[in-house]
């Protein structure tokens, strides 16, 4: 039995209970659906539930009354052991060992779709991530973006939404002006500008700028030159370097676009005739504060020129009009006055602002030997996704900017991620399944099966009766809804800490059960059940690995 299965039969429970007449419902009062997780106490059982608590008012009477009553149906569904009721309502559920173990044949059956649900089917999900200026490398914070908004994208993919993985791709604006001006600088043999951008990649563009448009400094105007090819030229870089790291986008969208297309104007106009916008000391203000912002945002500045919420505004509703029902943006630890202000252009819209999410990453520091790691070879101020990436490989990268909350600053040992041990977490999950390929290998080398010569299957869910067996059971019932948790609270680093701890019941499991009998044992029963456990493992780990964007090795 599945725990959805389970949930399923705790819901249908209430609905027979209040059919009998057991359990009268409010008028115009829905009854939620039950959801079962597992207790923190395993002696509390395999199960619990708080539906009764969830309900009580809902149906005039105590939760420990509606406890009673759905123990009472529950203790009849087939497959259940014993139900419990425990503190002011709580169910506690314990399975049969068949039925636990039944878990085991329906994870390999699913294969890869088990863990994918479809809350978020028919939701059309804009995700912006990354969007570093194209004017240098992808620094670590750029660099955990991508590995973590790759990552989300895939688990909002795994509960049914439309995702459309966007980059926004800023070629407006002051940044991209110092970037020209320090390639024109670096051409001429000058120093940066004061305001400009170094390190060897200056050099590296302003070459192949040379090399593309020979004659580019006796061009009529040599910095848009330097400008237009070396942006072009830096943007691939950053692209490739992506790409490198398992991370492609569906949109670049072209910032500069919404300026030249008209569209920040049509829209700015369209705020000034609906009241939205004000004068004031010579600039147009968006009403913000009208919307819940801490104060009002200059929209076109004294000067006549453009703020950036301007484009803002217009980006947004060039994603709606695109179909986005939600538009994401993961943004830096300095754009925190962002989520308002993006919030109160929505509803300035006359949109709701619930169609915009932000979710704010903090910093990473890179560790070595104790000690922060702050130059880069190329870069010469940042540290870039590159320079971890020569160190410890596009798993280990990736697996350790996801596993950590993105609202928490995170320090990344590169020690650690180099070392072939279990102190390290990505190899530790991925030696897992590179083992439970190992015992599958030896198990057919053994004569031990999944299935007989017809096919039919030599599983027997009530032998899977050991401890370490009800504990790894346990861990892949959860990875369902730790999947979708991590959607709905958009935290894939719940995906990463599952799979480690999957990864260690399955370790104990491997050293307390044999898959393949003793020396000259005749192959049994167990041994083909313990096959089905062992490959539902292998599938959940490779499972989870995939939404992370990481690898499952068969060997290591």
């Not at 989300?152 to 800023?170: K, M, S, T, W």
């Not at 070459?207 to 030229?233: K, M």
């Amino acid at each position: 039995m599945t725990p959805e299965e389970l949930s399923s039969a705790v819901s249908a429970c209430l609905q027979d209970a209040v059919a009998a007449g057991e359990l009268t419902v409010v008028d115009g009062v829905d009854l939620p659906e039950a959801k079962v997780e597992r207790p923190k106490n395993r002696d509390h059982g395999d199960w619990a539930t708080t539906v009764a608590m969830q309900v009580a008012k809902k149906v005039g009477r105590s939760p420990r009354d509606v406890a009673q009553i759905l123990s009472e149906r529950l203790a009849q569904v087939p497959g259940v052991k014993t139900v419990d009721i425990a503190g002011p309502g709580f169910l506690n559920i314990t399975l049969d060992a068949a039925a636990a173990g039944e878990l085991a044949q329906s994870i390999v059956e699913q294969g890869a779709a088990f863990g994918t649900g479809e809350t978020l089917k028919g939701t059309t999900i804009n995700l912006e991530f990354v969007s570093a200026n194209p004017t240098g490398p992808i620094h670590l914070g750029g660099t955990r973006w991508a590995a973590v908004g790759d990552s989300l994208a895939r688990i909002l993919g795994a509960q049914g939404a439309d995702v459309v993985r966007e980059y926004y791709f800023n070629d407006h604006g002051n940044q991209i002006d110092r970037f020209a001006r320090s390639l024109l600088a670096r051409a001429r043999g000058e120093a940066a500008p004061e305001d400009g951008y170094g390190g060897q990649y200056i050099s590296e563009i302003a070459d192949q700028v040379l090399a593309l448009h020979p004659d580019a400094l006796e061009a009529e105007d040599p910095q848009e030159v330097f400008r237009a090819a070396g942006v072009e030229l830096m943007f691939e870089q950053i692209k490739s370097s992506l790409h490198e790291f398992g991370v492609d986008f569906d949109v670049f969208f072209h910032e500069n676009s919404l300026f030249e297309g008209g569209q920040v104007e049509t829209l700015l106009e369209q705020l000034r005739t609906s009241g939205s916008l004000y004068f004031k000391d010579g600039a147009w203000w968006l009403r913000s504060t009208d919307h819940g912002d801490d104060k009002d945002r200059v929209v076109i500045k004294s000067d006549g020129n453009a703020a950036y919420i301007a484009g803002d505004i217009a980006y947004f509703k060039n994603k709606r009009d695109r179909g986005a029902d939600l538009c994401i943006y993961m943004l830096g630890a300095d754009h925190h006055g962002y989520v308002a202000r993006l919030k109160a252009a929505a509803a300035a819209l006359g949109d709701s602002p619930d169609a915009v999410e932000v979710l704010i990453g903090q910093m990473v520091n890179l560790v070595r030997d104790g000690q922060a790691v702050r130059m880069s070879k190329r870069a010469g101020t940042v540290v870039t996704m590159e320079d971890l990436v020569e160190v410890v490989g596009v798993d280990a990268a990736r697996y350790s900017l996801t596993r950590f909350s993105v609202d928490s600053n995170i320090d990344i040992d590169l020690d650690v991620l180099t070392k072939r041990s279990n102190e390290n977490p990505v190899f530790y999950v991925q030696y897992a399944h590179a083992r439970t390929c190992a015992v599958s290998r030896n198990a057919e080398a053994a004569g031990v099966s999944r299935t007989d010569e017809q096919g039919q299957s030599l599983f027997d869910a009530a032998l899977l009766e050991h401890p370490r067996e009800a504990d790894l059971l346990a861990a892949l019932g959860q990875y369902p809804s730790v999947v979708a948790q991590a959607a709905q609270f958009r935290e894939p680093h719940r995906v990463a800490r599952h799979l480690e701890a999957l990864a260690g019941a399955y370790h104990r499991w491997y050293d307390a059960c044999r898959v393949t009998p003793q020396s000259e044992d005749p192959v049994a029963p167990i041994h083909h059940s313990r096959l089905w456990l062992n490959d539902a493992v292998r599938q959940v780990l490779a499972n989870g690995l995939d939404l992370l964007g990481v690898s499952a090795p068969e060997r290591m």
